[in-house]
């Protein structure tokens, strides 16, 4: 079954970070590009950022550039996404999809709150 | 960036009715590289359209896709109950990948 986990989602104070991890399963991990988009609570979807399938190119939304870092190892079939600086408005439930042109495959999500 | 507007924002129809959802770009989307995912209360997003037209894996013919450049519209003929979701657009030729607001299709 092609299945995607997400994992690492927790309550942090601002300027803190955290850790986002998506686990693959089911499909050549390493044939494709791999994403993250977000949803605030009651809100619409927003695209995050991308790593290419070999994790030479990645890509941001200016919301998060210069805080948040895409990764993959491809060995462990595993996308990360490493958040620093976290602001109020980065509470959202986290998605990881996988890329093969449009986003085929979506993950559960985890949640990440930031607050005081 | 491309920004996607989508129309209307609620759609309130009746099961057997036809449902027509809009989503127009601010430039045009390259290669209708133009996506519609369904989202119902407490799921992930699922793939419905690729490519402006082309139905994802499992989708069932009542969904059907259509338009080029700047305006695109998914078309839901014969709505069923398990329809009524929230349907988003999204391009994905060019980084912002960006999504549209979203229309809400209610009973």
């Known amino acids: 079954e092609v299945q995607l986990v997400e994992s690492g989602g927790d309550l942090v104070q601002p300027g803190r970070s955290l850790r986002l991890s998506c686990a693959a399963s089911?499909?050549?991990?390493?044939?494709?590009?791999m994403h993250w988009v977000r949803q605030a609570p009651g809100k619409g979807l927003e695209w995050v950022s991308g790593?290419?399938?070999?994790?030479?190119?990645?890509a941001y939304a200016d919301s998060v550039k210069g805080r948040f870092t895409i990764s993959r190892d491809n060995s462990k079939n595993s996308l990360y996404l490493q958040m620093n600086s976290l602001r109020v408005e980065d509470t959202a439930l986290y998605y990881c999809?996988?890329?093969?042109?449009?986003?085929?495959?979506w993950g559960q999500g985890t949640m990440v709150t930031v607050s005081s | 960036e491309i920004v996607l507007t989508q129309s209307p924002g609620t759609l309130s129809l009746s099961p057997g009715e036809r449902a027509t959802l809009s989503c127009r770009a601010s430039?045009?989307?390259?290669?209708?590289?133009l996506a519609w995912y369904q989202q119902k209360p407490g799921q992930a997003p699922r793939l419905l359209m690729y490519?402006?037209?082309s139905r994802a894996t499992g989708i069932p013919d009542r969904f059907s896709g259509s338009g080029s450049g700047t305006e695109f519209t998914l078309t839901i003929t014969r709505l069923e109950p398990e329809d009524f979701a929230v349907y988003y657009c999204?391009?994905?030729?060019?980084?912002?990948?960006?999504f549209g607001q979203g229309t809400k299709l209610e009973i």
């Open positions: 999809a996988k890329r093969d042109g449009a986003y085929d495959i």
């Open positions: 089911g499909f050549t991990f390493d044939d494709y590009p």
């Open positions: 790593i290419s399938w070999n994790g030479v190119n990645t």
């Open positions: 430039q045009s989307v390259s290669s209708s590289y």
């Open positions: 490519g402006a037209s």
């Open positions: 999204q391009q994905y030729g060019r980084s912002p990948f960006t």
